[in-house]
C-alpha cells in the first residue's frame, strides 16, 4: 500500500467492510432460508442462529479494526490483514449457505454447488494460520523487524499457501460436506507430502514470529514495549479463556465455546488499541487490575465453594439435613471478606509484580508522616532531594527556594531553634533518564503529602503539565521542555504532544494538536531510533528559545506534503532552532527553522556537497 493516501486507503478499507457484512448476510440468509424449508438438515449446523452471530461477531471485529488501522496507517499491513480475514470470513459463510442451499433444493449449477461446498472447507486456513504467523511477525508497525526477518514472512506465507493446496486438492468427501467428493481432488501421495511439508513449514514460522516478537520487547523504545504488552495481555486473555472453558464445558460444551470465542475477539481489539496508540499507557494498569480482581475472585469463590460444603455437611452432621443458613453465612462472610482481602491481594501484587512503584508510594507516605513534625528547612530541603531521586530516580535534582510572596494567606511553620522561616516552595527536576515513573506519579504523590505545603506548590511545573492553571515562569518552562523532550525520546508521543496546546500555530499558521500530532508521528514512523539533544535553552518570560539537534536513521516511509520518501537506511544529524510562547504549561506559538536542504541531502533525495562548518552541531 505504497504511496496511497490516507482518503482513499479508508475508502477502500471500508468498502472491505461492507462488502464482508453484505456476503456474511447473503450466507446467513440462505442457511436460515434452507433451515427453515427443510428442517430435518443433517449436515447443517450453520444454520443456526448461534453460529451465525458468531461468524457476524468475528467479522466486524476483525473488518472493523482493520479499517481503522488501515485508515490511520495505510502502510501498516496490519490494518489490511484483517480487512482481508473479514472478506474471507464473508466469503466462507457465502459459500457455505449457498452449498446448503444447492443441497437441499438441487437449485443451480451443480459445478457451482460443488464449488462452493469446496471451497467452504479449506477457507478457514488463513483464518486460522495468518494471525497466529503474520501478525506477531509484523506486529507493531506492519513491517519485519529488520529484513533478516523477510525469509520468515515468505516461510509463512509459502507454508500457508501449501497447507491449502494440501487441503483443497485432497481426494475423497468434503470435511464439511461429506455428501460431496471433492471435485477437484487429486489422488496422489504428492498432495500428502506438501501439506505434511506446509504444516512444518508453518508451525516454524509461527515459532519464529513470536521470537521476533521477543525481539522486539527487548530491543524497541518505552512506547513499543507498551504496544506489545497490549498484544500480549489479548494472548494472556485467550489462555485464561481457554482454561475457564474447560471447566464450563463440565456442565455446557456450548458455553465453553461461547467463551473462547469472545475472548478471541479480544485479540483483534487489543491489537488495534496497541497500533492506534489510544491510551497506550493505561495497560499497566489493566494489567494490575487484572492481577488483583482475578485472584481476588478465585480467592472468594473458593472460600465461597469451601464455606457452603463445609457447613452443609456440619448442619447434616447436627440436624441431619441440609439448610439454607449455610449460603447465608457464606454471602456475608465473603462481603465481609472482600475489602479487607483486596487491599492485601493489591499489596501482595504491588510487592511482587511492581516493586519499585510500591516502594516510591512507602517513601511518598513516610515522608508526609515526617513533613509534619518537620521545621528545619535545611533538614527539609535534603528530605525533598532524597524523596525525589527515590521515588522518580531523575538524573539530576535541583532545589529551588522562592520566598512567600504572602505569607500572611497561610500559617508557616514555626522553627523551634530560630522562629519562623522561609519554605521551599518550589522543586525542579531536570532529567535525562527517568528510570521509573511517570510524573504524573511523582506529582500526585507530592501534592497528597502536602500537611504544610499547599497543593501543586512542591512541584509547580509538574503539576500544572498534568492540568491547566496560571502563567508559568521562565524556569518552570525550562523544566517543561526537558521533560517533553526526554518523553519524546523515550517515545512517549502521547505525553510529549500534551505540551502543545490546542490551537497552537507553526510558523504564524494554523496547526494546532492535531497537526502537531501527525507531524510527530510521521518522523516516529520514519526514525524509529530519533533522538534530540539540547544544545542551547534560553527562556525569559513567556518565551523560550532551544537550539536542538537530531538524530536518527531513516528506516521507515517518510511521507511528505508532496512526496513520499522509501526508507533509504541512512543517518541523519541535523541542527536547528526553535522559539516557543507559552501559557499554562503549554506552547501556542511556534516558531521552527532547520536546513531542509541538508537534510535531504544526507537521506540522498538530492546532491549535497557535504555538511558545512556551519551546519556542525558543535
Known sequence: MNGISRRAAAWLAWSLVTLSVALLLGGIALSRTTGATVPELAYGGRAELDVAVLSLATLLTFSVVGAVVASRHPRNAIGWIFCTMGLVVGLNTLAGGYAEYWLASGFGPRSLGETAAWFASWSWIPLVFVPTSFLLLLFPDGRPPSPRWRPVAWCAGLGITGFVVGSALKAGPLEDFPQIANPYGVDSPIVGVVGVAAGIAVGGSMVASAVS????????????????????????????????????????????????????????????????????????????????????????????????????????????????????????????????????????????????????????????????????????????????????????????????????????????????????????????????????????????????????????????????????????NKAIYLRVVEDLNQGDLQSSLRFTAPHATLNGQPMGREGDTHRAEVLAEAFPDQRYDILELVAEGDRLVVRWRMTGTHLGDLAGPIMTIPPTGKSIDIWGMSMYRIRDSMAEEIWERFDIMEFLGQLGVIRSPGQSEEASPT
Request: aromatic residues 8%; hydrophobic residues 45%.
Open 213 to 476: 516478537l521477543v525481539m522486539r520487547l527487548r530491543r524497541g523504545g518505552s512506547e513499543q514495549r507498551q504496544q506489545i504488552k497490549w498484544l500480549a495481555y489479548g494472548g494472556a486473555v485467550v489462555v485464561g479463556a481457554i482454561f475457564v472453558a474447560g471447566f464450563i464445558a463440565i456442565w455446557s460444551a456450548n458455553a465453553s465455546i461461547v467463551v473462547i470465542s469472545l475472548a478471541l475477539l479480544g485479540l483483534p481489539i487489543f491489537t488495534g488499541i496497541a497500533i492506534a496508540r489510544h491510551r497506550l499507557y493505561d495497560i499497566d494498569v489493566l494489567i494490575n487490575r487484572t492481577l488483583v480482581y482475578g485472584s481476588l475472585t478465585v480467592l472468594l469463590a473458593s472460600a465461597y465453594v469451601g464455606g457452603v460444603v463445609g457447613l452443609q455437611a456440619l448442619f447434616r452432621a447436627l440436624s441431619g439435613q441440609e439448610s439454607t443458613l449455610a449460603i447465608v453465612a457464606s454471602t456475608l462472610a465473603i462481603a465481609a471478606l472482600f475489602g479487607p482481602l483486596r487491599r492485601r491481594v493489591q499489596a501482595l501484587v504491588d510487592r511482587r509484580f511492581y516493586r519499585r512503584k510500591y516502594d516510591a508510594a512507602k517513601t511518598l507516605e513516610a515522608f508526609g508522616s515526617r513533613l509534619r513534625d518537620e521545621t528545619d528547612l535545611d533538614a527539609l530541603s535534603s528530605d525533598v532531594v532524597e524523596v525525589a531521586k527515590g521515588t522518580m530516580q531523575p538524573a539530576h535534582v535541583s532545589l529551588w527556594l522562592r520566598p512567600d510572596a504572602a505569607p500572611e494567606a497561610r500559617s508557616p511553620p514555626s522553627d523551634r531553634s530560630s522562629g519562623t522561616t522561609s519554605r521551599p516552595s518550589n522543586v525542579l527536576i531536570h532529567s535525562s533518564a527517568w528510570k521509573t515513573h511517570s510524573p504524573k506519579f511523582a506529582c500526585r504523590g507530592f501534592s497528597e503529602v502536602g500537611a504544610g505545603l499547599r497543593r501543586e506548590e512542591m512541584m509547580p511545573s509538574l503539576c500544572r503539565q498534568q492540568g491547566g492553571g496560571r502563567a508559568t515562569s521562565a524556569q518552570e
